[in-house]
């Protein structure tokens, strides 16, 4: 995918659309990785608790379909 660049005061960004959002699964923070010729974005890794929180609602949900 090819996208434009935004200028904003010296700087230039990326807008994010709210598919590409919703793809990683985030909000407002994102965890970027340099890597040799390449950027990479990714979803922030997630606290223990909130980690569980989603485990166990997704859990939840399987096991309500399953019934």
Known sequence: MIR?????GNSMALRLTKEMREHLGIND?????YVEGAIILRRPP???DRAKGSALDKLDSTLSRIR
Request: aromatic share 8%; hydrophobic share 45%.
């Open 4 to 8: 434009t660049l935004t200028k904003t």
């Open 29 to 33: 923070k994102i965890d970027v990785q």
């Open 46 to 48: 997630m606290a223990f």
